[in-house]
């Protein structure tokens, strides 16, 4: 007859991991009550103060570690789908009832207590794309799985993006590392890639170099995949020649078309001959390059469109103050800016707990949440910010192994998803600090103040932990599903 630690995984239980987590709770807690203290304050227990209620979340976060812990770990994967359904509800009720901070309609308060839905969503949303994609028969090969996980993904990014928090929107693309894993297409990778690229290089780049990149990208990629040169140098020169004969024309006969209209017509021409050379030849590949390259030109084409009517005032200064096109160290970059002064002023051993004067002295806006980090690199130096970085990473790898070992796919996707939220907050977390990432305001995970995100934080990696501890039965676990 097995024991009770048996029968409840505990036996089993990661908890080398767990000493991780809570590792990376106490420095943060450490540097909370840093980027607070003054000499006005109480001790460590004051509960006026953020490390004092910090504490609380944190022995309440313990709780719910403890709970989940001690829950059957079958109910999670029955639960996902309620849990879901019930957290659109919680945000959709947000948009109406909810209070606006920082411009962003995303809290619910409850007297003294302040909860953000958004935190909790994406717990739910892991634990339904993780059902969703362990059903019977699922593939990423099939356009309605695709379309299923696009639905379970897209909803709530919806509902959060009406909030006005963008932040908590673009978590959601954490949920492409599963993806990957899981076996999507890399072409939408790359896809993404290319999206990012151009959308950074309309800003750094003349239209005319960055169409001639553009097309110079996608007549390589074809030559690699076809081992084609003549064919390829043709195209190129082609339409060169073609784009300069449409500008003399225009010049001749005085019609004011710019050299990048030409270059635009010349090379939207030329895919005529290659789409026949490619159905000549049987090359389908080149269909897909010859859409994605129109399909690139639409975009940059509504990227003043985007950027100027969709994005706000201060997401656009903060994206040319990020490239470099602005500079306003006293207004839209003096977070940034007061950042990077304070975790370069570390040094390599860093100032000392307590000592750190951009802190001390409220240099820093939201130094205990969003910028939680500048106090690591000011009072810990580049040794301590190393250590906290390794311990991160320690966290995530971990989390990944634990899905690489499970023996079904729901936990396997559920451990994947919370390893990939927790890389994304930290790269775009600390990347903001350091001025490598736009600042779009969301937390550094067990680290930034916050009782909804520790909370969130715990219940998602406990929640993981609980499912490792049972791996060895899964294949009678989830049988009858």
């Not at 990014?157 to 590392?177: H, T």
């Not at 239209?207 to 110079?216: E, G």
């Not at 030109?297 to 990227?303: K, M, P, R, T």
């Not at 160290?329 to 570390?346: C, E, M």
Request: with cysteine; glycine share 8%.
């Amino acid at each position: 007859m097995r024991s009770v630690n048996d029968k409840l995984g505990w036996a089993k239980i990661d908890w080398k991991t767990i000493l991780v987590y809570v590792a990376l709770v106490f420095i943060g807690w450490l540097n909370i009550y840093a980027a607070v203290y003054n000499d006005a304050m109480g001790g460590g227990f004051d509960l006026s103060a953020r490390y004092g209620m910090q504490l609380i979340w944190i022995g309440i976060s313990a709780v719910a570690a403890i709970v989940i812990l001690l829950i059957d770990d079958i109910y999670y994967h029955q639960l996902a789908y309620p849990a879901y359904g019930l957290m659109l509800l919680v945000l959709l009720a947000t948009l109406f009832v909810g209070h606006t901070v920082n411009g962003a309609r995303s809290w619910l308060v409850f007297g003294p207590v302040s909860v953000q839905p958004a935190e909790f969503m994406k717990v739910a949303a892991a634990l339904a794309l993780a059902r969703f994609m362990s059903s019977y028969n699922f593939s990423l090969s099939h356009w309605k799985d695709i379309v299923g996980v696009g639905v379970v993904l897209l909803v709530p990014i919806f509902i959060i993006l009406l909030q006005n928090d963008m932040g908590s929107a673009l978590v959601y693309c954490s949920f492409l590392m599963v993806l990957f894993r899981e076996g999507l297409n890399p072409w939408v990778y790359y896809a993404l890639f290319l999206i990012v690229g151009l959308f950074v290089g309309s800003f750094l780049l003349s239209p005319v170099a960055l169409l001639v990149l553009l097309v110079l990208l996608f007549v390589v990629t074809q030559f690699v995949a076809n081992r084609n040169v003549r064919e390829s140098v043709g195209y190129v020169a082609a339409t060169g020649l073609l784009s300069i004969v449409i500008y003399a024309l225009s010049w001749a006969a005085q019609w004011g078309v710019s050299y990048y209209h030409s270059l635009l017509v010349a090379s939207l021409v030329m895919l005529i001959p290659a789409l026949l050379y490619a159905y000549r030849h049987k090359l389908s590949n080149i269909y897909l390059y010859g859409a994605m390259f129109v399909l690139s030109l639409l975009f940059l084409g509504a990227v003043d469109y985007v950027f100027n009517d969709v994005l706000q005032l201060h997401q656009q200064k903060r994206i040319l103050d990020l490239l470099g096109l602005e500079s306003d160290l006293k207004g839209w970059g003096y977070n940034v800016h007061q950042s990077k002064i304070a975790i370069g002023s570390g040094g390599f051993f860093g100032k000392g707990f307590l000592d750190g004067t951009q802190t001390k002295y409220d240099f820093i806006p939201e130094q205990s949440t969003d910028f939680i980090f500048c106090t690591v690199g000011e009072e810990w130096g580049f040794v301590g910010s190393v250590v906290v970085l390794v311990l991160f990473a320690t966290l995530i790898i971990r989390l990944m192994k634990m899905g690489e070992r499970q023996q079904e796919p729901f936990r396997r996707v559920y451990c994947y998803g919370v390893a990939g939220i927790f890389l994304f907050h930290t790269i775009i977390n600390i990347g903001m600090t350091i001025g490598l990432m736009p600042v779009i305001g969301i937390p550094l995970p067990m680290f930034s103040y916050g009782g909804s995100s520790l909370l969130a934080f715990t219940v998602l990696f406990f929640i993981a932990v609980r499912l490792d501890s049972q791996n060895s039965s899964i294949g009678e676990t989830y049988k009858f599903y």
